[in-house]
């Protein structure tokens, strides 16, 4: 099993990295979790307000991609931790993959939810096959989805069981920066859609399954710091 840290631009001020990752089984099996901004930002970025997108051309998920030997055909699964622009901007590439959603939050995008229509042509496509799932699921040995609703309804994360790092956390938005890690004391912020009981419940949650499952690190959603430290594709940990 390996885990890659796809490098996928970043938004200022800040320099907050946008990640996706890429996980690759034993058995070959390729999981997608997240594809960036959409691949048009690179030459007509659409920042929302207060924000401005920096994407290279190599920045593009196809390009992170092919670094690491792969074309969107070899994803088996895509992850969906959630349908922000930053996190789904290019599933349109990958209608041979089955997307991987929490039922809740897909009810709650294709009911029409503002937050998410600027990129709904892009997600929400007759040739994407999307598997909606409720709570906790282990997509496959080795890897758990588990429900953090928080930064939005029906948010996921996951737990990646590595033969040599140990287990690693891919928490996404639900815990955004190390600094909120802590359910008690951590900031809302305003993109944070759910009530504020909500949101520290997934918190905690992510906390306690990093502490009983003795998780070799968290990767936090958008990180600065903790992403200058951490191991980018094309290395991988393993």
Known sequence: MRLYLLYLGTMQP??????????????????????????????????PPGLTIDIRPEDIITV?????????????????????????????????????????????????????????????????RYRQIEGDVELVPGVTIFETSGHVPGHQSLLVRLPETGNVILAADAVMHHTMADATTREIYITDMDDEAGIRRSTQKVAD?????????????????QWATLRLSPQYYD
């Open 209 to 225: 399954i990093a502490r009983n499952e003795q998780a070799a690190f968290v990767v936090y959603g958008h990180d600065t710091g």
């Open 64 to 128: 992170r991609l092919a670094d690491i030997g792969l074309k969107p055909s070899d994803i088996h699964y895509l992850v969906c931790t959630h349908l922000d622009d930053d996190h789904c901007g290019n599933h349109d590439l990958f209608p041979g993959a089955e997307l991987i959603i929490q039922k809740q939050h897909y009810m709650v995008a294709k009911g029409g939810h503002p937050r998410f229509a600027a990129n709904r042509s892009v997600w929400d496509r007759p040739d994407l």
């Open 14 to 47: 800040g320099d907050i990295p946008v990640p996706g990752y890429l996980i690759r089984t034993a058995d070959n099996i390729n999981i997608l979790v997240d594809t960036g901004w959409p691949r048009s930002f690179v030459d007509d970025p659409r920042p």
